[in-house]
């Protein structure tokens, strides 16, 4: 039996300006969750799925944008896109952990953590391609090992069943 593939190492900044290394997680278990301009929705429906079983605290989604196919000239847009998009996140998270009695952390980056990948390189180093059409998560475990992946619609159940 082949042991699991480590998950590359990455680096990259969150939509609200400081830098979030997978490295950052080392000995917790992370959903490092892959999207695009098209597979938005389907990352949204991933990230509900397993905030219904699990906090923040206890499995942090790390969402990477691959926004490799924007071109340079588009990227100031872009960033204000997503970052009212992440004002929105925000609030509707917010709102399921009150509704769930759940605590609110203080600062909001460290519940919906965005990171864009402007050169499509963090995605390229799992060997994903399509996540602007078909959301892709990967389970990753204390370890660092991946355990498995969970893709489009779909994608968060398949995860679960990883995790149990």
Do not use: C, N
């Not at 278990?29 to 397993?50: K, N, P």
Request: proline share 5%.
């Amino acid at each position: 039996m082949t042991a699991p593939a480590m998950a590359p190492a990455f680096t990259l900044e969150h939509i609200v300006g400081h830098p979030v290394s997978l490295g950052d997680y080392q000995g917790r278990a992370v959903v490092v969750l892959f999207a695009g301009r098209d597979s938005g929705e389907q990352a949204r429906q991933i990230s509900r799925t397993l905030r219904g079983r699990y906090s923040t605290e206890a499995l942090p989604i790390i969402s990477v944008l691959d926004l490799s196919r924007l071109p340079r000239m588009m990227r100031g847009v872009a960033r204000g896109r997503i970052q009212s998009g992440y004002r929105e996140i925000v609030r509707e998270a917010t709102a399921t952990l009150q509704q769930h009695g759940q605590p609110i952390p203080i600062d909001p980056s460290q519940m919906v953590i965005m990171l864009p990948d402007w050169d499509g390189a963090v995605t390229a180093s799992y060997g994903l391609r399509g996540v602007d059409k078909q959301a892709v998560a990967v389970a990753i475990d204390g370890e660092g090992s991946i355990r498995g992946y969970g893709t489009g619609a779909r994608g968060g159940q398949q995860i679960l069943d990883i995790f149990g």
